[in-house]
């Protein structure tokens, strides 16, 4: 599966954005998807994850800001951002597990298989 990360951009603080990760090619279907960001000079961090069957987990600095979503129909996951911190500040990542409709949504980027090209995010104060 190929993935392609689109939506970021520049916004104020308080801010939202809204990403989409594009599937395309073989797979998607019952894999989990995640969200990953990484911010310069510091290591990719896990943000959000979401199940084939919508269940959701979050990295506690992002809960109630942030919500994963996806159209399964249309092979696309989302990341809607809303009030934005200048420590979003970013390039976020999707990715996806490649294991067949598990229901357990990890946080190390080392059990998702594909990756797109990720998107900047870039929050001013």
């Known amino acids: 599966v190929q993935l392609q990360a689109s939506g970021g951009g520049l916004v104020q603080a308080g801010g939202s954005l809204r990403l989409s990760c594009a599937a395309s090619?073989?797979?998607?279907?019952?894999?989990?998807m995640g969200w990953f960001r990484q911010a310069t000079g510091k290591e990719r961090e896990f943000v959000a994850g979401?199940?084939?069957?919508?269940?959701?987990y979050y990295a506690d600095s992002v809960k109630g800001r942030l919500t994963i979503s996806r159209d399964n129909a249309k092979k696309t996951v989302f990341l809607q951002m809303n009030s934005l911190k200048p420590e979003d500040t970013a390039v976020y990542y999707c990715a996806a597990d490649r294991r067949q409709f598990g229901t357990t949504i990890s946080a190390s980027s080392d059990e998702y298989d594909y990756w797109g090209q990720g998107t900047q995010v870039t929050v001013s104060s």
């Open positions: 979401i199940s084939w069957s919508g269940g959701t």
């Open positions: 090619g073989r797979g998607f279907v019952g894999y989990v």
